[in-house]
Nanobody, 125 residues
Framework: QVRLAESGGGSVQAGESLKLSCAAS????????MGWFRQAPGKEREGVIC???????TYAESVKGRFTASEDNAANTLYLEMNSLKPEDTAMYYC???????????????????WGQGTQVTVSS
């Protein structure tokens, strides 16, 4: 069992930055595929970034060059640094973790088993 808790969301102006955190607890001894997803009102949840068990990252085209994911394994924390934010980045952002047996990266919900409660990011123009 893995528990995930996101933090760091807020309201910013377009062009500004935010850094989200995802603290993992529970069975976090083994490396897992981790991901960030987001869901805007009236839209489906979409994958933003995936970090596989070996630390390789996959980014959605919409955030390439602006968002960066990183991990602090000692602190069991996943980060999402978001720069040059746009109004279309407004969404609830979720952290997700996959079962330890899965390898590689996927930006689809079916590739993850554990989810946090989300943190809201609002970008105004």
């Amino acid at each position: 069992q893995v528990r995930l808790a996101e933090s760091g969301g807020g309201s910013v102006q377009a062009g500004e930055s935010l850094k989200l955190s995802c603290a993992a607890s529970g069975n976090t001894v083994f490396k897992r595929r981790m991901g960030w997803f987001r869901q805007a009102p009236g839209k489906e949840r979409e994958g933003v970034i995936c970090i596989d068990r070996d630390g390789r990252t996959t980014y959605a085209e919409s955030v390439k060059g602006r968002f960066t994911a990183s991990e602090d394994n000692a602190a069991n924390t996943l980060y999402l640094e978001m720069n040059s934010l746009k109004p279309e980045d407004t969404a609830m952002y979720y952290c997700a973790a996959a079962p330890i047996t899965l390898v590689g990266c996927i930006l689809e919900q079916r590739g993850y088993e554990y989810w946090g409660q989300g943190t809201q990011v609002t970008v105004s123009s």
